[in-house]
């Protein structure tokens, strides 16, 4: 379930190599227990998923802002991704965005994977972990171990931890509600590999208008304070347009 109008994503930072220490790229445990209770922290579940299924609503224990829109509950496809909307089975993958994929769409690895190991999530009191494990592929001879992460600000963090056999043949990725916004970070290329991990984060906002309305009589002037604020911005140079926006029929945006 959700509400909310339109953000931005964006791919912060893929790690191609990683120094493991006992378990992955920030692999984390996830008991094999049954779901106690519907919300809060230190719950987990196991989810029985056959060829092509697609289980849930199960709740977040948080609201979880995705491109915004706040969602409590997600699904997970055998498919290799879990949806906060979509019931689709779909395991023809495609890039990203797309009106045809899966919609409110987080893709591990959406691929026509099969159900040879085991699912379950777990809500460890600071985020919601859903794994794959030992998951097959249709066209045989591979296994994925792999994980992902929610948060309740709204990152997502991919892990995969053993990923052996086909791994050409599938999309990692996000996209919203409607497919119109989304990202590709692979789509049918070798990209996912042992301890490697991807996170996708909201930027911050780092640029503020004040004020952003106000009224004026002929001749007269305002000031306009623009900030900018780089805290939390990964890279070095970012652009934005200001449009200022009147009834003057000449110059209706300037």
């Not at 579940?45 to 948080?62: E, M, R, S």
């Not at 709204?154 to 056999?165: A, Q």
């Amino acid at each position: 379930s959700g509400s909310g109008t339109g953000a931005s994503f964006v791919l912060l930072w893929g790690v191609h190599s990683v120094t493991v220490t006992g378990g992955g790229a920030g692999y984390a445990p996830v008991p094999t227990v049954e779901a106690s209770g519907g919300g809060g922290s230190g719950f987990a579940g196991t989810v029985t998923l056959t060829d092509d299924a697609n289980q849930g609503p199960f709740n977040l224990g948080f609201d979880f802002p995705f491109y915004g829109v706040d969602y409590s509950t997600f699904r997970i496809c055998s498919n290799g991704f879990v949806s906060f909307v979509s019931t689709s089975t779909n395991y023809t993958n495609s890039a990203l965005p797309s009106t045809g994929a899966p919609l409110a769409g987080a893709f591990l690895l959406w691929d026509d994977l099969t159900p040879d190991g085991t699912v379950h999530y777990y809500n460890d009191g600071t985020r919601m972990i859903v794994q794959y494990t030992d998951w097959g592929n249709y066209a045989g001879g591979s296994s994925y171990t792999m994980q992902m992460h929610l948060y309740p600000n709204g990152t997502i963090e991919y892990h995969y931890l053993t990923m052996t056999g086909t791994l050409n043949s599938a999309t990692v990725g996000i996209q919203n509600e409607t497919g119109t916004d989304g990202l590709t970070t692979a789509f049918n290329t070798a990209y996912a590999h042992d301890n490697l991990a991807v996170r996708f984060a909201s930027l911050p906002q780092w640029l503020t208008i004040s004020p952003t309305s106000g009224s004026l009589a002929a001749g007269a002037s305002m000031n306009v304070d623009v900030t900018f604020d780089g805290t939390g911005l990964c890279g070095s140079q970012f652009l934005a347009d200001i449009h200022v926006l009147s009834n003057d029929p000449l110059n209706a945006d300037v």
